[in-house]
């Protein structure tokens, strides 16, 4: 009895990657992001102050008849407020009442501020604008975490209070 040769038969791969490699140039080429996905509008928590000095203290502002409802708080605000919109928008940095031009001079300054031993603040409410985007947000609470409190630990306490946008801003 003859022994039949076995048949192999063999797939032309070459034309089905040409394929591939087609439809990925031509997704990659007509691939058009929406811009609006580099803006998210955040909506952010109200703020909740923490009296540290005495953990059984109550919450800022609950008692009516206190005059002075922030006495014992030790909070540093932090100002972030934007005019303009998307990447053409200029944003303003201020700690306390004093202006800051950007992150590095908010990063140096707040690093002065928690340097100092007789430093009383051991928590930060950042005020922002509602129109701020949230990857300026971002940078600022990344420099506040970044910061260390003279006891040796990082500042953890962070607030946010938002801000009405002032009519043209």
């Known amino acids: 009895m003859a022994r039949r040769s076995e048949v192999t038969a063999e797939l032309n791969t070459s034309s089905m990657f040409d394929m591939g490699f087609q439809l990925l140039a031509f997704f990659i080429l007509t691939f058009r992001p929406n811009p609006i996905e580099g803006q998210v509008s955040v909506r952010l928590p109200p703020p909740e102050a923490v009296a540290v000095r005495d953990p059984n203290a109550q919450r800022a502002g609950s008692d009516e008849s206190n005059p002075n409802p922030i006495q014992g708080i030790n909070t540093l605000t932090i100002g972030v407020f934007a005019s ?85 801003g």
């Open 84 to 168: 303009g919109e998307g990447s053409g928008q200029r944003v303003t940095y201020r700690v306390g009442e004093a202006d800051v031009g950007s992150i590095p001079a908010l990063d140096r300054r707040l690093q002065t501020i928690f340097a100092d031993a007789g430093n009383p603040f051991d928590q930060v409410i950042i005020q922002v604008t509602s129109n701020v985007l949230y990857e300026k947000l971002m940078e600022v609470v990344e420099v506040c975490t970044r910061q260390t409190l003279p006891s040796g630990q990082k500042l953890g306490k962070l607030s946010f209070v938002e801000v009405p946008v002032e009519p043209g």
